[in-house]
């Protein structure tokens, strides 16, 4: 059987990526540690009085019944006015087309949900979700996607 030989070059190079890979670990679970530590986590064995869950009960459906009261209001509507800054530059609003039911002008946030509305819901799932991710997970999902292109990109040697 014969030894296998390594070039010093190639060493340095396997000894480099190792120690880059080592960082990233670390740095991960550093983050993961983090993440978990300033998490609140319930103390066993200790439960609060029944006094004070009752409390607490009676707290949370007073806040409920206060949203559901001013979400049932509707937003009275006020139209942008004076000059915004378009894609084609600066215009006055009282240049824009009038349009809606009866004349009227809607809100910002009435447009906006007008606009909700108009989009699919496989479309609005999908933004949920991509929501729902850590930006740091998107960075690291980005530089690991730049790697792969980088190393898919790299001229192969002939033999």
């Known amino acids: ?17 190792l120690w880059i890979n080592a960082k990233c670990v670390m740095l991960i679970l550093l983050f993961v540690i983090a993440l978990r530590w300033t998490q609140p986590s319930p103390m066993p064995g ?31 509507p006020i139209p942008p006015t004076g000059w915004r800054r378009t894609n084609r530059g600066w215009e006055h609003t009282s240049s824009w087309p009038q349009s809606g039911e009866l004349g009227q002008s809607h809100s910002i946030s009435e447009l906006i949900a007008m606009q909700e509305s108009r989009e699919p819901k496989w479309f609005n799932a999908v933004l949920g979700r991509v ?24 001229p192969q040697p002939r033999l």
């Open 1 to 17: 059987m014969s030894n296998l030989g390594f070039n010093e070059n190639d060493v340095r190079l396997l000894k480099h990526c």
């Open 46 to 76: 200790t439960a609060p009085p029944a006094v004070a869950a009752t409390s607490a009960v009676a707290a949370t459906s007073e806040v409920t019944t206060k949203l559901t009261s001013t979400e049932s209001r509707q937003p009275t």
């Open 131 to 154: 929501s729902g991710i850590p930006p740091l997970m998107i960075a690291v999902l980005q530089i690991a996607v730049i790697a792969v292109i980088l190393n898919l990109a790299k």
